[in-house]
């Protein structure tokens, strides 16, 4: 594993809600090397414990799932180093996840030496093909997350820096070059919104509801949800 250098510190340090983000290691958490990620085995193995606890054994939900968390969490030292002027390595070999239980709540990176979009693009491909074997899940589905994460971490770290508008501007071209579909936005009470291209199928679990902006919903009430969601934000 390869520990970080102190770029990641500097991105975290002008970014408020850095913890929030994803950018500072939670207490007690697990550091996993990201390469662990495009190991077939351990994700596997990763899935069958997950099954244990998750109330489901169904592997396709319990890869789907997974990746919704660990993407999130994946992309945040890259785009965070993009918005911050400091670019962080978007490389498996440089990034660090930290696991609280089965589950991310943040990544480290080191300083970028290459081109950040194309490592990127690389990075997601590699886990991508790897959770896809592993949960018996198309990718193009799971390509879909990668999108929604890309453009729900843009709009977070827009929302922090204030400027939702410049921050998400970056998504488009991102994605293209990292061979994902594009972000879409929406807009519903005066805040911007992920128009999210992918399911996390969370509504297969037992006791779950489908989630406020998930694309099976009905326009009309997806709308009418992001409303009171907007009503109730700061």
């Not at 945040?76 to 239980?101: C, I, K, M, Q």
């Not at 198309?138 to 977070?156: F, G, H, M, Y």
């Amino acid at each position: 594993m390869t520990p970080p250098d102190d770029a990641q510190a500097r991105v975290a340090a002008v970014l408020p809600g850095a913890a929030m983000l994803g950018l500072l290691v939670p207490p007690g958490s697990r550091p996993v090397p990201a390469t662990a990620l495009a190991d077939e085995a351990w994700t596997a193995e990763l899935l069958e414990l997950r099954a244990l606890t998750a109330r489901t054994d169904d592997r396709r939900v319990l890869a789907t799932l997974w990746w919704y968390s660990a993407s999130l969490v994946l992309v945040g030292p890259a785009l965070a180093g993009l918005v911050a002027g400091r670019r962080l390595s978007a490389r498996l070999a440089d990034t660090t996840l930290h696991l609280v239980g089965d589950l991310p709540y943040a990544a480290t990176s080191r300083s970028a030496t290459g081109d950040v979009a194309a490592d990127l693009g690389e990075s997601l491909a590699a886990v991508v093909a790897v959770v896809a074997r592993a949960g018996g899940v198309r990718e193009a589905p799971l390509r879909a997350i990668a999108t929604d994460s890309l453009a729900n971490k843009l709009l977070a770290l827009g929302r922090a820096r204030g400027d939702v508008a410049a921050v998400t501007s970056l998504a488009a071209p991102l994605a293209r070059a990292a061979g994902l579909p594009a972000p879409r936005w929406v807009e519903a009470g005066g805040q911007v919104f992920t128009r999210r291209a992918s399911c996390c199928l969370a509504w297969r679990m037992p006791h779950e509801v489908v989630c406020t902006s998930c694309p099976r919903r009905d326009p009309a009430e997806r709308q009418v949800l992001l409303e009171d969601t907007a009503a109730r934000m700061p």
